[in-house]
């Protein structure tokens, strides 16, 4: 039977759609800042807000939007305010959210590893009609917010002092893009699992990398690489009966070596077939007589 005769399977095709767009183009402008491990360090903090959730018997997708939000805010102050740089915040970040998750897990009622595990590596019919529009709504906030200030945020990302002497917010736009970093983990954690979703904002920016140059050709190829691997992740788990966070993630990592492959003959093709300078030229040898 073909997996869209399944209510849940067209959920989560369609999360995993929207969600293999949003992770990349969020995850571009994290790479460009150098701040690759930034989603992991999020998802760790969403995993307090998910158990904050299990403890108050409340919906955890919306508590772990409030506390990674909150959670990213905070780090992001104390990078920018004090003298703690972007590593230390984010092993921070890494520390103090698996710390509160697996404390608030313990305090909350029995029964709520089972469905922990869905957040912590994704699940097909974990994928909810509530989630779909929440995850539909978010999705769309932040492809809209990175439509409007997509440049400024590439200035400030290749070049803060730059931006800062050409009159940008640097501080309100580092601040809004770890917003939007701890949105697209809470959005991605249904399909791809907390543990997960920053291979899912990085690994298609990195295949992007190696097959083209400039920033807008890489958005777009790496948007489309986030496509192409939560789609038949989700796809894949299904007829394997897995988790689909841990097989997306696998088929962006094969797409990355088949692109690093690619780009490497390509390169190699490019570099025989430019002519040698002029002044390169080798001396020819005597003939002797």
Do not use: W
């Amino acid at each position: 039977m073909s997996p869209l005769a399944f209510d849940f399977m067209q959920r989560a095709l369609l999360s995993a759609l929207l969600v293999g767009l949003v992770a990349p183009a969020v995850g571009v402008f994290l790479v460009q800042r150098r701040m690759a491990l930034m989603g992991d360090g999020i998802g760790h903090i969403a995993l307090t807000g998910v158990a904050l959730g299990f403890l108050l018997g409340t919906a955890p997708v919306l508590t772990a939007v409030v506390v990674a939000t909150i959670g990213a805010v905070v780090i992001e102050l104390v990078r920018q305010q004090g003298r703690t740089g972007g590593d230390v915040a984010l092993a921070l970040m890494f520390y103090g959210g698996i710390a509160g998750g697996v404390l608030l897990i313990g305090l909350a009622p029995g029964g709520t590893n089972a469905n922990l595990l869905a957040y912590l590596f994704g699940s097909l019919t974990a994928v909810s009609p509530t989630d779909v529009v929440v995850i539909s709504a978010l999705s769309g906030v932040l492809l809209l917010t990175l439509a409007v200030v997509g440049r400024q945020l590439f200035a400030v990302c290749h070049d803060e002092e730059y931006a800062k002497v050409a009159g940008l917010p640097v501080r309100f736009l580092n601040i809004l893009l770890a917003v939007m970093a701890a949105v697209t983990v809470t959005v991605a954690m249904r399909v791809v699992g907390l543990l997960l979703v920053s291979a899912l904002m990085v690994v298609p920016v990195a295949t992007a990398q190696q097959l083209v140059r400039g920033f807008r050709a890489t958005v777009v190829v790496a948007l489309g690489t986030g496509v192409l691997a939560s789609v038949a992740g989700v796809l894949g788990s299904y007829y394997a009966d897995t988790a689909p966070g841990a097989l997306i993630v696998v088929v962006a990592l094969g797409g990355f070596g088949v692109a690093t492959l690619l780009g490497t003959l390509v390169r190699r093709r490019r570099t025989a077939s430019e002519p040698s300078p002029a002044g390169d030229r080798r001396p020819t040898e005597a003939i002797p007589r």
